[in-house]
């Protein structure tokens, strides 16, 4: 019988998360104060984060030990599976080894619930009572609304009022762990008091869902705010997937020519592939890291890099990104994950720096990938997961052409059981591509008037 | 760190089925043709059954090698994890020592695929194109859908109607399979087009669902037919459960003194107990095997033991079974898989010989015990698995009255993903207790026309 899963025990959890600020060549430049322009502080986040998260957001040290409490959490589903996907190889008549690491596992189903359990133990250490946060698709409330239960925190959840009424579900789930999910915009904020003022039946967004989250952490000395992705200390609490792959590859024998992940903010692609990356930097190594993006919101590939907002009403401090503007729309494509204008700070000067690469994945591209892949491996694929498959396929097809085995290493983030109507969409043949013209990219990028990058960092 | 699960290699899939027949005092009774009733030969199951699948139904063989193409299949989630459940334990504060077999890793989410990838396997050895079947939850039509695409077989799946309109999640994932899913009654059969002409806004049922596919198979020479309980094939293929779940409670160091599982036709129960009961049969064990069924349909705690229809039509040959009556409409819970009249011929052989027990459990103390479950263990169990939770509460709370240890294993059959809405019922106060009164049973039993069971089998 060929092996299909290639799994590790629980004392293989790794016992450190690795932090590539230690290793890169430059560094991220500093988060700046937006009305002074200079360097932030930590004392500036204390607010809203306990000190040992900041702590580990401007940590220089190269690993950072993972508190034996989280540890015994992740023992509920970790050491995730790696998977040969055979299935997809025979699909394919391809000569390349394609391998995935498998997050669908953990009880909210995607890997968020690494950083949330995380996030969730540093606040309750620090005497916490209660997380606010935002979700769009329901991924990230999902997986803190199950981080806080454990803790016994309470977990306040602001969802974009769209995805409150079209993924009931995804509310259901985090009801059903406890937490108080919120229609945003609400009443219970003066963000959500002015917004709905003016527009009674306002959708919501994002940016709006953020700005009620912060002002009630901001605002009760009980309550602090945690984010998903995007902030270095999110994206090094994500490395446990690529430190568990690494030794799975290992005893399949094999070193990947190339790792692949969705990427919206960047701690699905960090946590996969910075501990690769780590290999190139201290074995030398030349592992290609390859994040692959919407062709609907492609800051990676056709954005620029300069200090920009994390949010889209200017709230947070200026962070060094690729990005697109934060005024920047993308089109209402199904993953709501990737729907992101901008890129964490790490992620954006290694993609400055050349040592990873991007490229771009139009939905219906993503949705025949996902298909396929379920047909050829059982598992449906959460739509932001399907865009690494895409490009995983890509990969694929191109060994084939060059008749030469490849080793293709991607992250299946998460499950689409709680996707199914955007299957449905598919199916019925409702989606469109989004390829954005130079027009839309230029019109985006010339409405950012945030501070450019030195010249000196480059 | 204390071990949360208990995991095996690949190589310790079990490489062949386990056949209670072979070690039961009493053999099950035979099944009878209803028209003379007179004991059924094979034949009469060759229109609708592969060859291979009807031998097994008959076998008196201990093992039943598993084919390798089979084996190779289980791989891609098999074998399950066995989890200790720490979080439940310290919920309840028990000196119970509780464990629970976990089968929502499938890709469809359940134990159903487990007979759902053989029985897809002999139908295409069997040079079938087509298999139908029926399902009224979901559950085991995904199963199927899931089995037929790996071996290219086409699926058609007759969803009751009122499911259909209510599970479009379940329908979605089927066609993202490539099955196709087709509400009952329908027009594509005799029976659906009967049913549509005297009541065109039917919302269908089980028993009218069944009969379109059986129909359906019976007419159609390349098509087969095929069921996800009740019968002896279906119960031995679930049998690699309890064999993986022994391996991994000895490498726990520790026996069961209590094996729990939910109960609907009873694929899900002896899955788990049967190779438990074994090792009662064979090393003298006394490991209590207990089987929870709903309150609102209790066939094993308060129905009769004769010969009944497997169908609420009367299609099926009469089997031995322990039931409240084709007829029998138990409430619309939301455990759908567990809404049916009778147990199949080896359960009820076991249960009238004392050597199993049963309980029922009512939806209410079913959801109180997921929701505390969910919360302390993280997984969200199906409405069905929900039983086998209550069970195992209960106790473990014995335990603790008699302050001893007690060493509870159960299984959490599947996930609830697609079954939110279930919970949102709960959490709104929309459920009912659906105890039944001894009036109701009477009535109930009082309709039965079929045969009673010779004296001479007790």
Redesign the interface.
């Known amino acids: 019988?060929?092996?299909?899963?290639i799994?590790l025990?629980?004392?293989e959890i790794p016992e450190r998360w690795y932090n590539i600020v230690a290793d890169m060549p430059n560094k991220p430049l500093p988060p700046l104060n937006p009305a002074t322009q200079e360097p932030i502080g930590p004392e500036a986040l204390a607010p809203i984060f306990p000190m040992a998260l900041i702590e580990q957001e401007v940590s220089q040290d190269r690993w950072i030990p993972i508190p034996?409490e989280v540890?015994?959490i992740y023992?509920?589903?970790r050491p995730s599976p790696l998977y040969r996907a055979h299935?997809l190889e025979k699909a394919l008549d391809t000569p390349a080894h394609i391998y995935y690491k498998y997050e669908g596992?953990s009880?909210a189903?995607s890997h968020k619930p690494n950083t949330a359990v995380a996030q969730a133990f540093y606040n309750k250490q620090a005497g916490v009572k209660r997380i606010t946060t935002e979700t769009g698709a329901g991924q990230w409330g999902s997986a803190l609304s199950?981080a806080c239960?454990?803790f016994g925190l309470g977990c306040e959840v602001y969802m974009v009022r769209i995805s409150y009424d079209q993924k009931?579900?995804r509310k259901?789930?985090m009801?059903?762990?406890?937490a108080e999910v919120i229609p945003s915009p609400s009443p219970q904020t003066e963000a959500g008091r002015k917004i709905l003022a003016e527009h009674p039946d306002s959708p919501g967004s994002l940016g709006i869902a953020i700005s009620e989250a912060m002002e009630r952490a901001a605002t009760d000395p009980d309550t602090n705010y945690s984010l998903g992705s995007v902030l270095n200390h999110v994206l090094t609490h994500q490395t446990v997937m690529g430190q568990e792959a690494i030794k799975q590859m290992e005893k399949a024998g094999e070193l990947p020519d190339v790792v692949i992940a969705p990427f919206g903010g960047g701690s699905n692609f960090a946590g996969l592939s910075f501990p690769f990356l780590r290999m190139n930097f201290a074995e030398g190594q030349n592992i290609r890291c390859l994040a692959t993006e919407p062709t609907s919101c492609p800051k990676l590939t056709r954005g620029v890099f300069r200090y920009d907002f994390g949010d889209s009403i200017g709230m947070t401090p200026l962070i060094p990104m690729y990005t697109l503007g934060h005024n920047f729309v993308p089109a209402k494509i199904h993953a709501g994950g990737l729907r992101y204008h901008g890129a964490g700070a790490l992620v954006s000067q290694l993609l400055h720096d050349k040592l990873i690469d991007a490229e771009a994945v139009d939905q219906i591209e993503s949705f025949e990938a996902g298909?396929l892949f379920?047909?050829a491996?059982?598992?449906?694929p959460a739509p932001e997961a399907n865009h690494g498959v895409a490009s995983a396929i890509r990969e694929a097809k191109e060994a084939k052409e060059e008749g030469k085995k490849r080793v293709i290493l991607f992250n299946l983030c998460g499950h689409g059981?709680?996707d199914?109507?955007a299957?449905?969409a598919y199916?019925s043949g409702e989606l469109h591509r989004h390829e954005l013209s130079q027009q839309d990219i230029d019109s985006a990028i010339s409405e950012i008037d945030t501070p450019e990058i030195p010249d000196t960092a480059a």
Chains 1, 2 share one sequence.
């Open positions: 019988m060929k092996q299909t899963k799994t025990e629980e004392n034996e540890r015994q023992t509920s589903w299935g596992v009880p189903g199950y239960q454990h009931p579900y259901l789930m009801n059903t762990w406890g298909v379920a047909r491996e059982g598992i449906i059981h709680f199914m109507s299957y449905e199916f």
